[in-house]
């Protein structure tokens, strides 16, 4: 009866924790009672509960710890790249047209992205060209190079939030792992207490051993081994963190001097190569994708701060002034407009030569430019540099897309299959519930009749 | 294989996510009527709508320089009609001034070409907007000026301007200039309105000097002189004429040719960018379906479970 009983409390037990995910169903297992040497022969003496199993694929467990890191890695990779794709705010939008039936590229308001403003800007230069004594004309032209040259600003300064929230998740992720880390090195001492001194599994410690575990592997590539004692013994990038019960050592996030964080372990110093998990996800980002938007974007407007004004400087103003620059600043970050030309747009130096109002040589051959091939942007113009930039990101998202859906639909297989072994059905455990039931009311019979046996035999006596 | 509890459930969820995110899609998709909004949706498709988009906004430019360049040419033109006019004027005037014409005819004439030239003037000095018309590139200086004697006749008429036009581009690596400087006297360069020496072109010096010659009553100097002069003022300023009418039709051509791009860039951009309609609105009914499906199907299923309980 008492084995039954137990049984009906497992079967109770794996009822309750239905719905729980991280739960594996427990079997009991019945073995005969030590048999007694009667006379007439060998007599059995019921049954025991033997152990409770639990039923967990140790290999599915694996390739579900596996597939987490990898999961993390392109979850944190995509939305860091979405982020960047907002930021940059490359769109393509058809429906602001212009009324000759254009799209909004050219048109002055409704401009989407930096694509339309590089266009205008050199657009600008040609409508100063052809009309250098128009006032309105040059008046256009400054506003349209501060629109472009403030976009560059924004989207810089924005990028680089990007890369600096990276750096805090990365720091965040660090802490959170650690914590685990100690947590499974607990488990580990309490399971091998446990194991050691009831001689059978200590089911429930190990699922949530097992939790954690996934838990961590969303936030970097771990490398585990089981040892025989029951203990986890854990490795990130080839240290042991945990082994036995004994928490080795942490990881740290660290600054080699470019601002740009990596990962260590903090009690040996040595450098970590994360390369799965949202830590690695994020380093890889951060590094790869992000900074080659950033990179590019530089290299642009530095390139065209350059050829712009090596151009233009050559060039007469209204009043006869020549040698001043058109833009100012180094990079995207900075780039600015001179100051000075929106205030008095006579001091566009469009003309090739002195005292010629009408003469828009420089002016043309700065609109010119947009055509001409840059050796240092990869033999491209301005605008297909541009257009190079944002494909990479688009390729790099794109990219990140798919080995998410592709993960999900991996991790959704192999959540079936562990289901499928460990998960909880409630028709089986209903049917299981009443069939041991049943044996305990049979056994609660017998002894009832054995009562009914022992009376009458008292009975004889009294009678 | 075995099903668990949680293994409903869990699809189910995927299943709808999935068949959510297919809906969202192909309605932004219909609302836009684009394929492609972000990066993301195809970046090569992307790369290429740029390009299509900058090629848009080079044939919109140059449909502007070519509509200002327009409006320039048909001042101009007008100017040098008026110009023709007094030329013309002038000719006849050589011509009637021989030995018949009395001196008070003379002297008539002669008042009549000093007026010639102050008016010849004023038209020389037209302006388009803001800019002269013929002052070569130095547009914010009038080309002419005139000085004027006691007795109200203009002595001289020199010019302020320069020789140098502007080269106006109008399509790819295809300049223009519309700029007619009014004078050249350098011997190269473009050819001068109204003086220039390579054609024996002069014009308000041989009206002067016509002038001159009526008030003093000089009819053979007139003859001999001054009407081969304005002779070959006569001939340039055709030149001129014929040019500005050349110069209008290229304009008129390259306009066309500007708006014709357009139009084939943007069929372009819509081809690469633009999403099927009718397309996307079937995949989206058939999405519908299924979802809705999908959940009829799960209801089934859920009801089911409930009933395991009622057996036992």
Do not use: C
Request: no cysteine; charged share 15%.
């Amino acid at each position: 009866m008492q084995a039954q009983q137990a049984a009906v409390t497992v079967t109770g037990q794996n009822l309750a924790n239905a719905n729980n995910p991280a739960y594996a169903r427990q079997r009991v297992n019945f073995q005969t009672s030590d048999p007694v040497p009667l006379v007439g022969g060998i007599q059995g003496t019921g049954v025991q509960l033997a152990s409770i199993q639990q039923i967990r694929d140790s290999l599915l467990d694996n390739q579900i710890t596996d597939e987490a890191s990898v999961g993390g890695f392109w979850t944190a990779s995509q939305s860091s790249l979405q982020n960047a794709e907002t930021e940059l705010g490359q769109f393509l939008n058809q429906a602001a047209a212009g009324t000759d039936g254009t799209s909004s590229s050219s048109s002055g308001t409704g401009a989407q992205g930096m694509a339309a403003q590089i266009d205008g800007l050199f657009a600008a230069f040609q409508s100063v060209a052809t009309d250098p004594t128009s006032l309105p004309a040059r008046q256009a032209l400054v506003s349209q190079a501060q629109s472009l040259a403030g976009s560059f600003n924004q989207v810089a300064s924005r990028l680089s939030a990007v890369n600096g929230n990276l750096n805090s998740s990365i720091r965040t992720d660090v802490d959170s792992a650690n914590k685990l880390l100690s947590d499974i090195s607990n488990l580990n001492n309490e399971i091998a207490r446990t194991e050691a001194a009831t001689g059978s599994t200590a089911n429930d410690l190990r699922d949530l051993r097992q939790q954690k575990l996934e838990s961590l592997a969303l936030l970097t590539n771990v490398q585990t081994s089981t040892a025989a004692d029951g203990t986890l013994t854990l490795s990130i990038g080839g240290v042991a963190m945990v082994s036995g019960a004994k928490l080795n050592d942490t990881l740290q996030a660290y600054d080699p001097g470019s601002g740009q964080l990596l990962i260590r372990a903090a009690t040996a110093g040595t450098a970590l190569n994360v390369t799965g998990g949202s830590i690695g996800g994020a380093i890889d980002t951060r590094d790869g994708a992000l900074a080659g938007l950033r990179t590019g974007l530089d290299s642009l407007a530095s390139q065209l701060i350059t050829q712009v004004n090596s151009a233009y400087s050559a060039g007469y103003d209204l009043k006869g002034n020549t040698g001043a620059d058109f833009f100012t600043g180094t990079n995207a970050a900075s780039i600015g407009v001179t100051s000075g030309l929106a205030d008095d747009p006579a001091q566009v130096q469009a003309a090739g030569v002195v005292g010629a109002a009408g003469n828009g040589a420089v002016a043309l051959s700065v609109a010119r430019l947009a055509k001409q091939s840059n050796a240092s942007l990869n033999n491209e113009t301005f605008g297909d540099a541009y257009s190079q930039v944002v494909t990479d990101l688009g390729n790099a998202l794109s990219n990140a897309n798919d080995q998410v859906a592709n993960h999900q639909a991996v991790t959704s297989m192999l959540a079936q299959q562990r289901d499928s072994v460990s998960g909880v059905s409630l028709e089986e455990e209903m049917t299981n519930l009443m069939t041991f039931q049943k044996a305990y009311q049979a056994s609660a019979q017998i002894i009832s009749t054995v009562n009914l046996m022992l009376q009458s035999l008292i009975a004889m006596k009294s009678g | 294989m075995r099903i668990a509890g949680t293994s409903y459930n869990d699809s189910l969820v995927n299943q709808l996510n999935f068949l959510s995110s297919q809906q969202f899609q192909l309605q932004t998709q219909i609302s836009t009527g684009q394929r492609i909004q972000k990066p993301e949706d195809d970046p090569a498709g992307l790369a290429t709508a740029l390009n299509l988009q900058t090629q848009a906004a080079n044939a919109q430019q140059y449909a502007q320089n070519v509509a200002t360049l327009q409006t320039t040419a048909t001042s101009a033109g007008d100017a040098l009609q008026q110009l023709k006019t007094i030329s013309d004027r002038a000719g006849e005037i050589a011509t009637s001034a021989d030995g018949t014409a009395s001196p008070t005819q003379l002297r008539a004439y002669a008042d009549e070409v000093n007026q010639m030239i102050q008016h010849a003037v004023q038209v020389a000095n037209s302006k388009d907007g803001e800019h002269y018309l013929f002052s070569g590139t130095k547009s914010d200086t009038a080309p002419f000026s005139s000085t004027v004697d006691a007795n109200g006749n203009v002595t001289a008429v020199s010019y302020q301007g320069n020789t140098d036009v502007g080269q106006r581009e109008i399509d790819e690596n295809s300049t223009i200039t519309v700029d007619v400087p009014g004078a050249n006297t350098s011997g190269s360069g473009p050819r001068g309105l109204l003086a220039d020496d390579r054609y024996g072109a002069d014009f308000f010096n041989h009206l002067i000097q016509l002038q001159k010659d009526l008030a003093s009553g000089d009819t053979a100097a007139v003859a001999q002189n001054d009407q081969p002069a304005l002779t070959k003022d006569e001939d340039n300023l055709i030149y001129h004429i014929s040019n500005n009418g050349i110069v209008q039709s290229r304009l008129d051509s390259a306009a066309i040719a500007a708006g014709n791009r357009q139009t084939s860039l943007q069929q372009a951009l819509t081809k690469v960018a633009g999403v099927d309609v009718t397309q996307a609105i079937t995949d989206l009914s058939q999405q519908k379906t299924t979802y809705q499906a999908a959940l009829a199907s799960s209801s089934v299923l859920l009801q089911l479970q409930e009933s395991v309980m009622q057996y036992l």
